[in-house]
């Protein structure tokens, strides 16, 4: 399969041999090049690295350099500009806003002067179209604040042999903030939605890559279900701060469970619909996994395509950081973590030492509300000096547990959920 030929859209443009590159060269830089590891741009220890896809650059990774951002973000793309955060960043029980990851589809739109000015509209099949400032938005409705997880629908794509198209992410597209606003319902109750309401069509004010005013740089929607979930949320804060113009302030949805992309940045106008959406990311094999699994690399029929919903189930370890050095003698390691599971909760975290040859229930927290992540915390033995592996692997409430290899490839490479894979060397 030849990336560079894949054309369309920036939702469908490759921007693989550059990707490749950074991914490599993220391993490199996390490891030291001090470890015998090296990477494959799935952020994985060499032993796993087999098979899998990009090739090998000499290029150092690309820190982000953003106002506001920490410069250990790694820059996936630039145009549009995508940056994921290092699992080991993620250690925070709230990611902190300077650490969360980015991703765009066209262009960053310039900060608003006036955030209590900013209009959405809510139109299409509803019984009164609304058109309500974010003031009106604040003033009217009960503010709420839940921590909840965000993750891009291709976090972890960068597990898939052969490559997916499109930005290589690791684990690191994916954070967990403190949201505050108004559930999306509560609006949708006052505009009164009509019986033939099937789906939300969210738009923004953020332009296509190409400056064409007429091309939505994305455009996706849920089913009325989904927009009626009190979890839901159109939100104007982030961890207690007005929302960045980065992450899409001064207003945003927050569609908790299900891939990012539903959870449209800079606001301006959800329009309820009689059927499916068909904006751009709604359609062929964007957001998609396939129905009857297909072989990897393989032509790919659109009519065998399902939209991804809820997310799968995912662990990483944040403590200790891959490529970590410990003293010689050293004979235990305190770990921790976080994991989360789309829609459901996580039920169980084990961990490995010895290449999964026999694993070890880690203790794991309770979210503290719905969507958010689950902590969990593990304390190793090891039994000698020398290199070591920590794998872990997370169980959903409905029992499915990541798999060693990402599955289920598809064009885009959806659903990647490999258990996450640290090395370590003592003494
Ligand atoms: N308007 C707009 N909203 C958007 C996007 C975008 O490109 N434009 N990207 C989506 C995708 S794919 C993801 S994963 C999340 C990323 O949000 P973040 O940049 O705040 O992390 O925003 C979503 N909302
Ligand atoms: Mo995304």
């Known amino acids: 399969m030849n990336m560079t030929q894949v054309s369309g859209s920036s939702l469908t443009t490759s921007r693989r041999g550059f990707l490749g590159s950074t991914g490599l060269a993220a391993m490199g830089a996390i490891l030291g090049g001090s470890l015998p590891i090296s990477g494959d741009g799935g952020g994985i220890p060499a032993a796993h690295a087999q098979g899998a896809a990009a090739p090998a650059a000499p290029k150092g990774p ?33 990611t902190p806003i300077d ?34 400032t974010l003031g009106e938005l604040k003033s009217k409705y009960k503010a709420v604040t839940r921590r909840m997880v965000l993750e891009c629908g291709g976090n972890g794509r960068a597990g898939f042999s052969p490559p997916a198209r499109g930005n290589q992410w690791t684990n690191g597209g994916a954070g967990c903030a403190e949201w505050t606003g108004v559930p999306l319902a509560e609006v949708l109750k006052a505009a009164g939605l009509k019986k033939t309401a099937t789906y ?13 005013a007429k091309k939505p740089s994305l455009s996706r929607g849920v089913r009325i279900e989904k927009a009626m979930d009190p979890h839901t949320m159109i939100v104007w ?57 297909m072989v990897p690399g393989n032509k790919a029929d659109p009519k065998n395509f399902r939209i991804l919903e809820s997310m799968p189930v995912r662990s ?37 030492t010895d290449f999964g040859a026999s694993w070890q229930r880690a203790k794991l927290e309770k979210p503290k509300n719905k969507y958010d992540w689950q902590r969990w915390t593990a304390t190793v033995k090891l039994p000698s000096d020398g290199y070591f592996e920590i794998w872990t692997r997370a169980t959903d409430s409905r029992g499915a547990m990541q ?25």
């Open 237 to 293: 804060a982030m961890n207690g701060q007005p929302l960045p113009n980065i992450h899409g302030g001064p207003v945003r949805l927050i569609v908790p469970g299900w891939a990012g992309s539903a959870s449209q940045k800079w606001l301006t106008r959800i329009t309820i619909r009689d059927k499916e959406h068909d904006g751009p990311g709604m359609t062929e094999f964007s957001y998609r996994v396939a129905i009857k699994p």
């Open 99 to 132: 650490k969360f990851y980015i991703r765009n589809n066209g262009q960053i739109p310039e900060e608003t002067k006036n955030p209590d000015a900013w209009k959405i509209t809510i139109d299409g099949e509803v019984n009164n179209k609304l058109e309500i």
């Open 200 to 212: 939300t069509a969210h738009y923004a004010a953020d332009l296509h890559l190409s400056g064409d």
């Open 316 to 352: 990483i370890i944040t403590n200790p950081a891959n490529g970590a050095k410990f003293a010689a003698g050293t004979k235990e390691l305190k770990l921790r973590g976080a994991s989360w599971a789309g829609d459901l909760t996580v039920k169980q975290i084990d961990v490995s």
């Open 403 to 427: 798999p060693h290899q990402a599955g289920f490839w598809n064009p885009q490479g959806y659903g990647g959920n490999a258990m996450h894979r640290i090395a370590v060397l003592v003494g």
């Open 62 to 94: 690309q820190y982000l350099k953003f106002p506001g951002k920490s410069d250990k973000l790694v820059v996936l793309g630039e145009k549009p500009l995508v940056a994921e955060t290092p699992e080991s960043l993620l250690d925070d029980d709230t």
